[in-house]
């Protein structure tokens, strides 16, 4: 499963940074991103990071956001500066695990993000 944890209410121009960490059976994590839903719309790719590192940052959250991730730990994280009201969303984690018996995509549960003044 996947804990995401580190949202809150912040003001326009504040950072913030996600946790979401990885456990139960799993015996590897591949790719693991972070999604996010605002009301309304659809759920969006915010930000991906490979096993070796590699980053993906959606257009809108480029030069703002980072993501980064400790293999030892099955941990990935997103860090988020100069948040805008347009960031206020529920930000949900996602990997690719593979476990004993099985590959699977998992998510986590959302943490909320409020960006407001």
């Known amino acids: 499963q996947l804990q995401a944890s580190g949202g809150g209410l912040v003001r326009p121009g504040e950072s913030l940074r996600l946790s979401c960490a990885a456990s139960g059976q799993i015996q590897s994590v591949d790719t693991m991103a972070w999604y996010r839903e605002a009301p309304g719309n659809l759920r969006e790719l915010v930000a991906s990071i490979t096993t070796s590192g590699s980053t993906d940052v959606t257009d809108s959250a480029k030069g703002r956001f980072t993501i980064s991730r400790d293999n030892a730990l099955n941990m990935v994280y997103l860090q988020m500066n100069s948040l805008k009201p347009e960031d206020t969303a529920m930000y949900y984690c996602?990997?690719?695990?593979?476990?004993?018996?099985?590959?699977?995509?998992?998510w986590g549960q959302g943490t909320l993000v409020t960006v407001s003044s």
């Open positions: 996602n990997a690719d695990v593979s476990t004993p018996w099985v590959k699977k995509n998992i």
